[in-house]
Nanobody
Framework: QVQLVESGGGLVQAGGSLRLSCAAS????????MSWYRQAPGKERELVAL???????NYADSVKGRFTISRDNAENTVYLQMDSLKPEDTAVYYC??????????????WGKGTLVTVSS
């Protein structure tokens, strides 16, 4: 019913920047909170940043001041601008959204992930 597709991952040197995008499509009535999670090798998935439907944001301490989350409600898209990247930011980044579909059912959806690799 709903698909989330991430893009923008890749290989970057430490100190560099990347911008991730996540586009939602399908039988969407409303998208509430949209989030970015990441999972590094051998570690649990962790919340990186979230943005509410009203634009309120929250960040993990490890990325505060370096990452910025934003959204385009008209395009059903969420972005993650990542600056001053560090090798420890290397992970698969996943998009997450709580979506109410046109049949008024709410569910959480995940994208398949995009790999970000930061070299030292």
């Amino acid at each position: 019913q709903v698909q989330l597709v991430e893009s923008g991952g890749g290989l970057v040197q430490a100190g560099g920047s990347l911008r991730l995008s996540c586009a939602a499509s399908g039988s969407i009535s409303r998208i509430n909170t949209m989030s970015w999670y990441r999972q590094a090798p051998g570690k649990e998935r962790e919340l990186v940043a979230l943005i509410s439907g009203g634009g309120i944001t929250n960040y993990a301490d490890s990325v505060k001041g370096r990452f910025t989350i934003s959204r385009d409600n008209a395009e059903n898209t969420v972005y993650l601008q990542m600056d001053s990247l560090k090798p420890e930011d290397t992970a698969v980044y996943y998009c997450n959204a709580y979506v109410t579909t046109i049949d008024y059912i709410g569910n959480t959806y995940w994208g398949k992930g995009t790999l970000v690799t930061v070299s030292s």
